[in-house]
């Protein structure tokens, strides 16, 4: 059964880098068919889609965090890691990752497995 | 861009059937697929609808989705309420650069 498991700090402070990791289980990384994604809720509850990474180490960022993010993959480790520079209280949120599938182009993906995700909160 | 606009909330009885909209502000709703997205309290997102209207195995087909060209929204529909059905539901598409939007999110009461 595929798990996914967020990973990081619960506190990072304004103007540092918020860094977290994906450790996925029940499913190899290292496959083709699928991208692993990072997707943000607010206190708000409102969702933003981060971005996603390929096993190749292809991402594709929002380019609203375009210049902050850092997303890679480990598929030695079968894990997929999140940067974000220069935070601010506006990057505290839930930070879930996630499986995206589909087939054909990437307007037929959805995220089907979802880690638990994880608060991290952005304060001095 | 656009926009996907949600009603905040909505509620209806157990066994009674209820209607989830979803509103895209500028271009047509059909160019892209939309999802539905289901979150329990203290839970995190499942997908429930996918490319309009189909469901994840596992999905009862008491959950069902639609698009309408006439209204420029999306739709998901739930058939015989339980209160297992109360959470928030989002809807999900894609602009043209392959970006996800998701709407604000209705938290669906079962009373």
């Known amino acids: 059964q595929l798990q996914l498991k967020e990973s990081g700090p619960g506190l990072v402070r304004p103007s540092e880098t918020l860094s977290l990791t994906c450790s996925v289980s029940?499913?190899?990384?290292?496959?083709?068919?699928?991208?692993w994604g990072w997707i943000r809720q607010f206190p708000g509850k409102g969702l933003e889609f981060i971005g996603s990474?390929?096993?190749?180490?292809?991402?594709f960022d929002n380019p609203s965090l375009k210049s902050r993010i850092t997303m890679s993959v480990d598929t030695s480790q079968n894990q997929f890691s999140l940067r974000v520079t220069s935070v601010t209280d506006t990057d505290t949120a839930e930070y879930f990752c996630?499986?995206?599938?589909?087939?054909?182009?990437?307007?037929?993906?959805?995220?089907?497995?979802w880690g638990q995700g994880i608060w991290v909160t952005v304060s001095s | 861009n656009f926009m996907l606009t949600q009603p905040h909330s909505v509620s209806e009885s157990p066994g009674k059937t209820v209607t989830i909209s979803c509103t895209r502000s500028?271009?047509?709703?059909?160019?892209?697929?939309v999802q539905w997205y289901q979150q329990r309290p203290g839970s995190s997102p499942t997908i429930v609808i996918y490319?309009?209207?189909?469901?994840p195995s596992g999905v009862p087909d008491r959950f069902s989705g639609s698009i309408d060209g006439s209204s420029n929204s999306a739709s998901l529909s739930i058939s015989r309420l339980t209160t297992e059905d109360e959470a928030d539901y989002y809807c999900?598409?894609?602009?043209?650069?392959?970006?996800?939007?998701f709407g604000g999110g209705t938290k669906l009461t079962v009373l």
């Open positions: 990474v390929d096993y190749t180490g292809s991402t």
């Open positions: 490319e309009d209207f189909k469901r």
């Open positions: 999900q598409s894609y602009d043209s650069n392959s970006l996800w939007v």
């Open positions: 029940g499913d190899s990384i290292h496959k083709s068919r699928y991208y």
């Open positions: 996630a499986r995206i599938s589909g087939s054909g182009s990437y307007y037929r993906y959805y995220a089907d497995h």
């Open positions: 500028s271009g047509s709703i059909d160019s892209k697929y």
